[in-house]
């Protein structure tokens, strides 16, 4: 009788554990937050809906040119940098008129976040640029639900005249993207390396696709929107 009831029970033991095992299984690992986005399966413009875009002249271009047909907020202006976020009021806000970041963000919920943000201080340490850009995501979070998922585009490159001729150069663009990079797996944010679709072999932007060595021409921004599009996490 006794080694029966042994039996039943080393044998319930090791059903358990195999169920364990299978549930195991189905538990997605950790998301690795030191590395870029991988490339997924393009979504539709449909997933940017109800998604709020931070950022400068770039991302006023984007919202000009890139035709995507989604309902995104932009809290952008032309030479933003993540130091002057706190302080700027002059963004519009979802409700109309302008002010805060905080204060837009307060009048609505959003699905998602982009932030691009660094090109106007090139010349920063990486430490005062992690600094700076980590008091743009905290305005976030304490101003939208808990979990919203926060994605950073780091900086594209310059063309290569430009790179040779101002601050605007590789060397810095390589710096202040690796301080993107440590900002991202330090806040658990999601990293969308920009700076590698518009990179050729030398590392520079090509000529034919800016109008000033750092800004893009118009067809370029459907080429962000469509990467952008393309390097996403989780379904919605």
Known sequence: ????????????????????????????????????????????????????????????????????????????????????????????????????????????????????LGVNEIGISKNRLKENMAAVIRIVRDNQPEGIPIYVLNLTPTTQVKSDGSDF??????????????LCREQKCYLVDLWSCFADENGSLPADKSTDGVHLKAPQYRVMADYILSHTVGSK
């Not at 080694?3 to 997605?28: D, E, K, R």
């Not at 907020?73 to 940098?81: D, E, I, K, M």
């Not at 150069?169 to 440590?182: G, M």
Request: charged residues 20%; hydrophobic residues 40%.
């Open 169 to 182: 150069n590789q060397a810095n663009i390589k710096r202040l993207n690796e301080a993107l990079a440590e």
């Open 1 to 116: 009788m006794m080694s029966s009831l042994i039996n039943v029970f080393l044998a319930s033991v090791t059903a358990i554990s195999l169920t364990l095992s299978g549930c195991q299984t189905l538990i997605p690992p950790p998301y690795d937050y030191s590395r870029p986005v991988p490339e997924s399966e393009r979504q539709e413009d449909s997933w940017l809906d109800g998604s709020a875009v931070i950022g400068h002249s770039l991302m006023e271009g984007f919202e000009r040119f890139a035709k995507v047909d989604a309902n995104i907020h932009y809290f952008t202006t032309t030479g933003l940098s993540a130091a002057d976020v706190s302080g700027c009021s002059r963004f519009s806000l979802p409700n109309g008129g302008t002010g805060t970041l905080a204060d837009g963000l307060g009048q609505k919920d959003f699905s998602k976040v982009y932030i691009m």
